[in-house]
């Protein structure tokens, strides 16, 4: 009797240990808030795994347009692919949502490649946004190494910024590799820096609920004959950490270039359209095309200057985002317009010059239920989107080094 009370007696001292460290319920392990990417089928997709086309969003209990879809807060997000593909558009989408949200924001980067109008084009408030290119004015001597950029971004969790973007990793240096000179060979070193402290990040990320956003480029692995040769630096221990992963990739040239006339009636470049991939993805179901079981390519517009050629796309969106139009069984319904098909229904509103209409509408249904505007309704003006494109037949890739 006596060993079954001393029994009883130390595993009730041992559950009260374990609960200092457990909780009891995982609902706390879910994100407790979402960043917008501005793109309404790339948030959707990412929390339902499903695309918002067909979806009767009445019906969804769980659908409030009031809560923002997007990048999970509390985790660690990779947007990576090729160069001129969009990714620091991507992140400055992101950037510029949080701050909207009225949360602080940091970019650090390393490839020392930021624009100022291809940011503030995406949303982010320049005066307010904190930023390093790892120079340090009041030391010039002070070299920032990759070490030294995981323990800030330690400090920035702590500090309460909520949206860090890091551009990119591949560029990040280890400590060794700076302090040797370059004929020093350091196989895979930024790799073993990243293993051994990247853990660590991804747990202030997760105990201070900061989004941590990395941009990484592609490489091809050696020797690798057949299947895919893409890595992307960083090594294993980055991708396991990861939440979600975008792939960003391009088009062929002819098909991707948005071209306007100028003035003087010459080609004049303002955007481009590359495809974005959810490879990975723990916030929600594998977003796969149900007929052939592979990834969905999303189609995201890259803009270079205040011109939007996929205006009345995005207003739909929104229009579809706020319940404003509705759908059931493939017919779009907006007032008294009911049209079938996606692309039918915004031709007929766009022939009947119903586009302002529907603008107005979006805007004073979402400033009634606090919801964030993409950049482009912000910056819109519909008479200067009258414009036609301009087809270029040319198969030569593109050279513009805007990312």
């Not at 879809?69 to 090729?82: A, F, K, N, Q, S």
């Not at 408030?125 to 995981?150: G, H, Q, W």
């Not at 930024?190 to 990247?198: P, S």
């Not at 179901?285 to 189609?299: F, V």
């Amino acid at each position: 009797m006596a060993k079954k009370q001393k029994a009883v007696k130390d595993s009730s001292i041992t559950m009260d240990n374990l609960l200092g460290f457990a909780r009891v319920g995982a609902r706390a392990a879910q994100a407790k808030e979402n960043i917008p990417t501005g793109h309404f089928d790339l948030d959707f997709g990412i929390h339902y795994g499903t695309l918002p086309g067909k979806a009767n969003l009445d019906e969804m209990a769980d659908y409030d347009p009031s809560k923002p879809l997007g990048l999970p807060t509390g985790r660690v997000v990779e947007i990576y692919g090729p160069p001129t593909c969009g990714k620091s558009s991507l992140a400055y989408r992101v950037l510029g949502f949080a701050q909207q949200m009225g949360h602080q924001a940091l970019l650090i980067d390393t490839e020392h490649s930021f624009m100022e109008n291809l940011a503030e084009l995406n949303g982010v408030d320049i005066d307010k946004l904190l930023y390093s290119d790892l120079f340090d004015p009041d030391d010039p001597d002070k070299n920032y190494c990759a070490e030294d950029v995981l323990d800030k971004v330690c400090e920035a969790c702590v500090a309460g910024v909520k949206v860090i973007v890091i551009d990119s990793v591949a560029n990040l240096v280890p400590k060794e590799r700076m302090e040797k000179s370059a004929n020093n060979i350091m196989v895979a070193r930024l790799a073993r820096c990243l293993a051994d402290n990247f853990g660590k990040v991804a747990h202030y990320v997760a105990k201070y609920n900061s989004l941590l956003i990395l941009i990484n480029h592609i490489r091809k692995k050696v020797g690798v004959m057949f299947g895919n040769d893409e890595d992307s630096p960083g090594g294993f221990m980055l991708k396991h950490n990861l939440s979600v992963r975008i792939k960003m990739t391009l088009r062929s040239a002819a098909d991707s270039l948005v071209f306007i006339e100028d003035k003087d009636g010459n080609p004049w470049l303002v955007g481009r359209r590359s495809g974005a991939i959810i490879e990975k993805n723990r916030m929600g179901r594998p977003l796969l095309d149900p007929a052939t079981g592979k990834r969905i390519t999303l189609e995201i517009p890259i803009y270079y200057e205040p011109y939007f050629p996929n205006i009345n796309e995005i207003i739909f969106d929104m229009g579809r985002k706020l319940k404003i139009i509705s759908v059931r069984k493939n017919v779009y319904t907006w007032g008294k317009i009911k049209v079938e098909g996606k692309t039918e229904f915004i031709d007929k509103i766009t022939v009947k010059e119903e586009i302002p209409k529907l603008l107005d509408e979006i805007k004073k249904k979402a400033k009634e239920n606090s919801v964030l505007l993409p950049p482009e309704l912000i910056k819109v003006q519909l008479d200067k989107n009258q414009k036609k494109e301009i087809k270029i037949n040319d198969e030569s890739e593109d050279e513009t080094n805007v990312t």
